[in-house]
């Protein structure tokens, strides 16, 4: 069975300071691994990464893969108190019965002014 | 980028009726759309693969009985709960697959269910 594990669960960090969270999975026949940002309501798409050690970036996010060490992580630099969401990480693995994605349990991120 | 509708946002119902909620693919064909449960600060059941033509497929411990799922165009799927019970009381979430620079996932804004 696909596993997703996110840490920290939770972190408060100010106003300028950066962070770093994490996404470790074990998936059947990897094909992607996306972060998405959950605000109120529906999760708001950030990266898909498919190669390892290919930063991707985005302003103030970035993200990387290692496919061989089976994780992932997302940087918020100058973080702002927009940046206070549950992040989420999914994992896509090509199954027989169709792909599909396996959540993590998210990191929630409380940016104080 | 891609941009998926769901309606309605919210809806209020009493037990034993039947709610349909609708996905929309707004400026995209999807061939494949999703159909997400969540509880309040958890992440994301899976819940059925919805393909456009063809039957969905449930995932293990979902009843596709009381979960009805339509994917009867390229942009349009719903998902109906039928005989609704205020344990089915959730927020739904629906997302659809494009392949842009690769296959990626986008969620519509999501339906808030109530059953009193």
């Known amino acids: 069975e696909d596993k997703v594990v996110q840490s920290p669960l939770s972190l408060v960090v100010h106003e300028g300071d950066t962070v770093t969270l994490n996404c470790s999975y074990e998936v059947t026949n990897f094909r992607s691994l996306l972060w998405y940002k959950q605000e109120k309501k529906a999760p708001t798409f950030l990266f898909m990464l498919?190669?390892?050690?290919i930063e991707k970036k985005s302003g103030r996010l970035s993200s990387i893969l290692d496919k061989k060490e089976l994780f992932s992580i997302l940087n918020i630099t100058a973080t702002q108190t927009g940046d206070s969401a549950v992040y989420l990480c999914a994992v896509e693995g090509l199954k027989a019965a169709g792909n599909k994605l396996t959540f993590g349990g998210g990191t929630r991120v409380l940016v104080k002014p | 980028g891609a941009v998926v509708s769901q309606h309605p946002s919210r809806v209020i119902c009493k037990s034993g009726t039947s709610v349909k909620i609708e996905c929309r693919s707004l400026d995209f064909q999807a061939t494949t759309m999703f159909w997400y449960r969540q509880f309040p600060k958890k992440s994301l059941m899976l819940m059925a693969t919805s393909n456009e033509g063809s039957k969905a497929t449930y995932e293990q411990g979902v009843e596709k009985d009381k979960f009805l799922i339509n994917h009867a165009s390229l942009t349009l799927s719903t998902l109906t709960v039928t005989s609704a019970h205020p344990e089915d009381s959730s927020f739904y979430i629906c997302s659809a697959r494009v392949f842009l620079a690769g296959y990626e996932q986008y969620f519509g804004p999501g339906t808030r269910l109530t059953v009193t």
């Open positions: 498919t190669s390892s050690g």
